[in-house]
């Protein structure tokens, strides 16, 4: 894209591997130079019994409502391996947070109930306060370690909700690479996805992650990847008001330009 203020920019993409393509072509598009370094993968749950018993019961569920497209695609492998078919998941209301986990539902033919129009957990609570849930059976297959926000807001409106680990974000094995990049300058500006990037992109730079990220332009994706990066000691320069990777260009690219209303600059 001529004449985008990230042309040239060296833009760290710390997504993992098989989402990092999204981001990297709309840099690419822009002009910039994508430098990739995966710091999570998805794996497995450690147990997988407890997302195997929430399959076979899935016509018990009124709702399943998934808070990632890692997590549609985490049940849906899951799901393929027991030798189901999605097709089962017609036969239930779905919520999703946000298009992105939205669009992993639709791609598969299944058709989204509920959605709202800010993509975080907080604001799918509110869209279901619009609902009755008194009773109804809820599925969530999430990550091992997500928040609690969605679980109490439902159950807080009467829902009974049954949580179960669909898969887990581990840290990859980058750290010699991520020392070398900073080390060689080699970075001028790192996005953040999610809270799992910030901290895994810390602990792969290991003590020296405060002194080279402080010269570093720090962009997040929204206000909890945010949030998370300001607990470990980070100054973000740039948030996302829309809460998607378009939305994170979109925001660099104000941010870049010195536009005020492009970005949410965050307290440092």
Not at 101 to 127: F, N
Not at 205 to 213: F, H, I, N, P, S
Not at 215 to 243: D, F, N
Request: net charge neutral; charged share 20%; proline share 5%.
């Amino acid at each position: 894209m001529p004449g985008s203020r990230l042309a040239e920019k060296r833009v760290l993409v710390t997504r993992a591997r098989r989402q990092a393509s999204g981001l990297v072509a709309m840099l690419a598009e822009r002009g910039a130079r994508p430098v990739e370094l995966p710091t999570i993968q998805y794996v497995e749950p450690l147990d997988p019994a407890p997302i195997d018993a929430a399959i076979a019961a899935m016509a018990s569920f009124d709702w399943v409502i998934f808070t990632s497209a890692n997590a549609v695609q985490a049940l849906v492998c899951r799901l393929l391996y027991r030798g189901t078919s999605p097709e089962c998941l017609r036969g239930v209301h779905l919520g999703a947070v946000g298009p992105a986990t939205a669009s992993a539902l639709t791609d598969l033919g299944l058709t989204v109930d509920v959605c709202p129009p800010t993509y975080v957990a907080e604001a799918l609570v509110a869209e279901f306060r619009k609902l009755d849930l008194r009773g109804s059976s809820v599925l969530l297959p999430q990550a091992q370690d997500a928040r609690d926000v969605l679980r109490r807001g439902l159950e807080d409106q009467g829902a009974i909700v049954h949580a179960v680990t669909a898969y887990r974000v581990a840290k990859t094995q980058n750290g010699e690479l991520a020392r070398r990049l900073f080390a060689n300058r080699a970075v001028d500006i790192v996005t953040l996805t999610s809270s799992s990037t910030a901290r895994n992109l810390v602990e792969l730079l290991g003590c020296d992650a405060m002194r080279v990220l402080a010269t570093t332009t720090i962009a997040s994706i929204g206000p909890i990847t945010s949030q998370t990066a300001r607990e470990l000691g980070l100054t973000v320069a740039v948030e996302a008001r829309e809460h998607t990777i378009q939305g994170l260009v979109t925001a660099l690219e104000s941010f870049l330009g010195g536009e005020a209303d492009g970005g949410c600059p965050g307290p440092g």
